[in-house]
């Protein structure tokens, strides 16, 4: 037991001395589980992923569309505001940037901002130059596995830090939605479900903007 903790604060202290952990976080090497409600189930067959608002065109895709779209990797750190981060976590899911890319969303000029909306009618909500950044993805795996029912399978939005990318802003972890079902672009912004309980909504986890 004491093995495990000293090994834990010595790869803490190298994550800091790297300039990786943020201030008032500290390393786990577990995932805790951590949401608002129960879990909901998975039907594949009713299941469907909308995109509307100030885009071009309204998007409905099934299951199986979903997952016929252009795939993408990406390793980070993620943080949660709870104090805890997890170092070097890789994620695989679709880049809305490579769709926006693809044509296969088109944005309207006035959009600025975006909500996810998920199961239960959750939101979360972000500027759309971080939905459009390479730190921000809707995943379907985790570590090279299916993301698990408490972490948001099928499918939840992911935001983290990709070390040494110092030019992309990195929200709290909250910030992206699990069991999410859409994705509404708007031209103002507008609180999700954890910022009008008091939560701050900018979230950057090197400014500890925990609370608002």
Known sequence: MFDSVFRRREEEDQFRSQGRLPPGQSL??????????????????????????????????DWEAFNRLPRAKVTMDIHCVTTWSKFDTLWEGVSVRQLVDAGLIKLRPEAHYVVQHAE?????????????????????????????PDHGYPL??????????????????????KWLRGLEFRREDKLGFWELAGYHNEADVWKEQRFA
């Open 28 to 61: 786990t090497n577990k995932f805790p589980v951590l949401h608002y409600g129960p879990v909901p189930s998975f039907k594949p067959q009713s299941w469907d992923f909308k995109v509307w608002g100030e885009v071009e065109q309204p998007l409905t895709l």
């Open 156 to 177: 939840r939005g992911v935001v983290g830090a990709i070390p040494g990318r110092d030019d992309l802003k990195a929200p709290y972890l909250w910030k992206g939605a």
């Open 120 to 148: 239960y009618g959750f939101t979360a909500n972000l500027p759309l130059e971080v939905v459009l950044a390479e730190n921000f993805l809707l995943a379907t795996h985790f570590n090279g596995e299916p993301i698990s």
